[in-house]
């Protein structure tokens, strides 16, 4: 982690505030009610009979009021600017994520206040809209692979035993299933899923999967008649403790670079977050995706990541309405 703490943009607001401007309007402020880019205005410290927010500025178009925060994940927040920007470049940085908790602690901010930062930045590092382009492509190998992180809200059923009383019967089908999709050498894409039956899993494969990549997976039936639509498709049998095995063209057969990713995602999980709302695995799996797809392998830094980050808040909204009994 290469973050430099004593950086004006993490304790100056002034300076904060410019650091998201340069990186939210690169070409000048626009408004994000009607788009209007040469019409704007910044107001001063006061305009009219009060005092102004500082970094507000007016659209003279459709006579909107806006700061960079507004139609970001920000938008709406009582959190400085200046605490924004080391918790993007924290969670960017952190290969295994930081806990709510420790950011609660290194901000000074309230532990609810890191927990509602955390999950804004996760819905940032997220793929804008849900739009995704396949990965993979012509001459391209995808592994494929599956696991499971916990156990459904619903938690395991119970059978009797004779001997024992009441057990917890706990199998797959209790367990939270995750599906990753892994360009070798490139991105990785990671879904929650309700099981891993070859319904499910094609289901997301057929999206996100550019078919004219050779695939690669494990010795799972399910994958059997969903890799006959790519260029090639081969298996390593994990039963057989196989675990890499070449080709005649020297190609090397293995899930290992899924497997990896899993292995980060897994220790993240354990012991950074500990405990996740089945709810929320999905944002936890963008996080991971987005930092391994941004990695320093494929030529991107911390601050590059981090501003990345920043960049994707930008058309985001993410609010949580709490219940009327609460």
């Known amino acids: 982690m290469t973050v ?59 006579k909107a009021h806006f700061t960079v925060t507004v139609g970001s994940v920000m938008e709406r927040s009582h959190i400085p600017l200046c605490k924004w920007a080391p918790g993007f470049h924290l969670m960017a940085a952190s290969k295994k994520g930081v806990s709510a908790h420790q950011l609660h602690r290194m901000l000074k901010i309230t532990y609810r206040a890191a927990w509602f930062m955390e999950h804004r930045i996760r819905e940032a590092m997220a793929p804008h809209g849900n739009v995704f382009s396949p990965i993979g492509g012509e001459g391209k190998t995808i592994e494929i692979d599956e696991t499971f992180q916990g156990y459904k809200e619903a938690g395991p059923t119970w059978e009797f035993h004779n001997e024992r009383g009441w057990q917890k019967k706990r199998g797959y089908g209790d367990r939270r299933a995750v599906l990753t999709l892994v360009e070798r050498g490139g991105r990785a894409r990671s879904f929650h899923i309700n099981s891993v039956t070859a319904r499910d899993l094609d289901a997301i494969i057929a999206i996100h999967a550019d078919t004219r990549s050779k695939l690669m997976t494990d010795e799972a039936n399910a994958y059997r008649n969903i ?5 090639s498709h081969d298996s390593v049998n994990h039963g057989e403790e196989e675990w890499v095995r070449k080709l005649s063209d020297g190609t090397k057969v293995h899930s290992n670079t899924a497997e990896g990713f899993f292995s980060i995602f897994k220790r993240g999980m354990k012991g950074v977050y500990q405990h996740c709302d089945e709810k929320h695995l999905q944002r936890y799996l963008a996080e991971f995706d987005f930092r391994y797809s941004n990695r320093i392998a494929l030529g991107v830094n911390d601050t590059e990541r981090a501003t990345r980050a920043i960049q994707g808040a930008v058309g985001k909204r993410l609010t949580y309405r709490p219940s009327r009994s609460a």
């Open 227 to 231: 890799g006959k639509r790519f260029a």
């Open 4 to 62: 430099d703490l004593t950086d004006p943009i993490f304790h100056d607001e002034d300076a904060a505030r410019a650091h998201f401007e340069t990186i939210h309007w690169p070409n000048g402020p626009f408004c994000p009610k009607c788009g209007e880019a040469e019409n704007i205005s910044k107001l001063g410290e006061k305009h009219g009979k009060r005092p102004q927010r500082p970094g507000l500025h007016h659209c003279n178009s459709c």
